[in-house]
């Protein structure tokens, strides 16, 4: 389902989140080279983990921003069938995370 909403305050966040997942594809890019100029395992590995961290920070203010702007919309709605929907889009997320 798309994404509806288009106040400055969710453009800010957008731009926020694309800057980071260019900074995290910067990462993955010296990581890729890290490996090619066979660095050391544990640097390599510690910049795995910074990765990991930083595309955790992304799914956070995702998660975050759908839950205050789509989740709160099918609440003020009043539709129990996009309340549903959305419960089981989170339902389902968290499953997959738990894998």
């Known amino acids: 389902m798309p994404h509806l909403h288009n ?5 800010e966040n957008r731009r926020k989140i694309v800057n980071r997942l260019r900074r995290i594809e910067g990462q993955v890019a010296g990581l890729a080279r ?3 100029d066979n ?4 640097d ?4 795995v983990q910074a990765v990991k961290s930083a595309l955790s920070k992304v799914e956070d203010a995702i998660l975050s921003d759908h839950a205050a702007h789509c989740v709160a919309a ?4 009043g539709d129990a069938d996009d309340q549903r929907a959305k419960f089981s889009e989170l339902v389902d997320l968290i499953g997959k995370v738990k894998r």
């Open 74 to 77: 099918a609440i003020k709605s």
């Open 39 to 42: 660095r050391y395992c544990i």
């Open 34 to 36: 890290m490996v090619e």
């Open 7 to 11: 106040s400055a305050h969710e453009t």
């Open 44 to 47: 390599i590995l510690t910049q």
